[in-house]
């Protein structure tokens, strides 16, 4: 989607046509932008609305207030900042020390199943997964601190044992898989593309196919699917997203969006690949029925087949894990089935 600066006065009336019951796929269709941006806005409109009834007198009032305070606290924090100095308070005081306990055995756990991944990523992950406000300079000091921080020489032997067991999901849109796979264009090179998968119905929610593979494309495949899947918004749904371990889901934006519509981030351990198998698998069919069928010469070719593709899979692959159903009528049958148990008395 192309970027564009909006005024605060438009952003104001998308967000009350989603307060007044429009569909927000309809919205961000109709203003092209993604879900996660319309939470974003939303948010910030929910949390300073009450703003626009204050009146100036108290709002001036307010502020004189405010600039006292923190002129007091700004006094008071030079005069510690001082005694600091002098008396050398370098090393970490006990009540930091268990302050910062909780955070410490998070990286550490986080560090076991993601032993490669540096202070940047390990914050981006508390910070956007774990919704835990804190800086990247704090975690880079604890990690320091702990030995945690990934050595250039370090060499770790792969364990095969799996440590945890795959999620598995008891109905549609409660666990999707996100990846990526790669063909080659003939005097062109490289084409990508992203899928997500709804682990369930094995039904194809959404994908992205072009010649770069950077977060902002994986969350415009993201976006296709819940706005497929969420008509009314994604949020508050509890959806699951797995992923491997590559740049583009644990990249900030990345995690970011995910946070804005409220889906829970997984990723797959290093131990334990197969836990986004399902997503991996819709590969190989799709170059067994499909990439590996013909030698590509044309970018909008390939673009154009997938487009075919991808809905003819949905409507009419028979997929052994439901028992050879279809998948687009097994969503459907199950989705009846939902309606008829809420019916009866």
Not at 39 to 64: G, I, P
Not at 224 to 246: I, K, T, Y
């Amino acid at each position: 989607m192309k970027r564009r600066k909006w005024d605060p006065k438009t952003k104001a009336l998308i967000i009350v046509q989603g307060l007044k019951g429009k569909p927000v796929s309809e919205i961000c269709l109709e203003h092209q932008i993604s879900q996660a941006q319309y939470y974003q806005w939303r948010d910030q409109f929910l949390a300073n609305a009450h703003q626009v009834f204050t009146e100036n007198d108290k709002k001036e009032e307010k502020l004189n207030r405010e600039n006292t305070r923190l002129r007091k606290i700004i006094g008071d924090l030079t005069v510690e900042f001082k005694n600091r100095r002098v008396a050398g308070m370098r090393k970490e005081s006990a009540s930091t020390r268990e302050r910062n306990l909780p955070v410490v055995g998070r990286i550490k756990q986080i560090k076991t199943e993601h032993p490669f991944w540096g202070y940047r990523r390990m914050w981006a992950y508390l910070r956007y997964v774990d919704e835990l406000e804190i800086n990247k300079k704090r975690v880079l000091r604890l990690m320091q601190r702990h030995d945690l921080l990934v050595k250039p020489d370090t060499k770790l032997k792969a364990k095969r044992t799996a440590g945890r067991s795959k999620p598995r999901p008891e109905h549609p849109n409660q666990w999707w898989g996100i990846d990526m796979t790669k063909v080659m264009v003939s005097g062109f090179g490289w084409m990508y593309i992203t899928v997500g998968l709804d682990w369930y119905t094995k039904k194809i929610v959404g994908y992205y196919a072009g010649i770069q593979c950077c977060g902002k494309h994986w969350l415009e495949a993201l976006d296709e699917a819940v706005n497929r899947q969420f008509p009314d918004g994604v949020r508050e749904h509890g959806l699951c997203l797995m992923s491997d371990n590559g740049s583009q889901p644990t990249s900030v934006g990345f995690m970011k969006s995910c946070r804005e519509l409220g889906i829970h981030q997984a990723f797959t351990s290093y131990n334990n690949p197969k836990e986004n198998a399902d997503t991996e698998r819709v590969f190989r069919t799709m170059k067994e029925e499909l990439l590996w069928l013909r030698e590509w010469t044309s970018p909008f070719e390939l673009t154009d087949a997938l487009q075919v593709w991808i809905p003819c899979y949905n409507g009419s692959y028979l997929h052994s894990a439901l028992g050879y159903k279809l998948l687009n009528k097994f969503e459907e049958e199950y989705e009846n089935n939902q309606l008829t148990l809420l019916a009866t008395p």
